[in-house]
């Protein structure tokens, strides 16, 4: 079940990419042309931090591969979590940046600015929610050390 949605998402994913972020950005310009300058680079923004979404369900998808065979418990998983974490990492400086710009830029605005107020508001949740589940999957990668090196003790024991 859990690689049904793995899956599902990545594939999500894909059509956001292909299909939703490119037409919701020429939408936008059309709406609004002076948008223009801006929609290139959040468009391709937008489409990486999608890949690190996908890059990193990818690694989920390994470590489940992992659990199924019972090898969870050992070296080859840092791999996949250090995955995990390098891609929350470079979704966060990514909306990192998209915050930055928003907040320095003269970004026009079609009416009182309340889209931009939101749009800073979503990338500075973004930062947040990123920030957060690198800070978790750190924890749980030394949570992950801890039991492979305790799995090696009992191993010797045993």
């Not at 949605?5 to 999500?12: E, R």
């Not at 299909?19 to 059309?30: F, G, M, N, S, W």
């Not at 930055?100 to 800073?120: K, R």
């Not at 949740?125 to 924890?139: D, E, K, P, Q, R």
């Amino acid at each position: 079940m859990l690689r049904a949605g793995v899956v599902t998402a990545i594939l999500l994913g894909l059509f956001g990419q292909i299909v939703v972020i490119p037409t919701a950005a020429a939408d936008e310009v059309e709406r609004f042309p002076p948008y223009a300058p801006f929609a290139a680079p959040y468009v391709t923004v937008a489409i990486v931090g999608v890949a690190c979404v996908q890059v990193a369900l990818i690694a989920v998808w390994m470590l489940l591969a992992m659990v199924e065979r019972d090898a969870i418990f050992t070296p080859l998983a840092f791999r996949w979590v250090d995955i995990i974490t390098g891609c929350s990492i470079v979704a966060t400086l990514l909306a990192i940046g998209v915050t930055g710009h928003l907040l320095v830029a003269s970004i026009p605005s079609p009416t009182d600015g309340m889209e931009l107020i939101g749009a800073t508001g979503a990338a500075l949740a973004g930062v947040a929610v990123g920030a957060s589940f690198t800070m978790l999957t750190v924890i749980m990668r030394g949570l992950l050390s801890k039991a492979v090196d305790l799995q090696a003790e009992i191993a010797t024991v045993v």
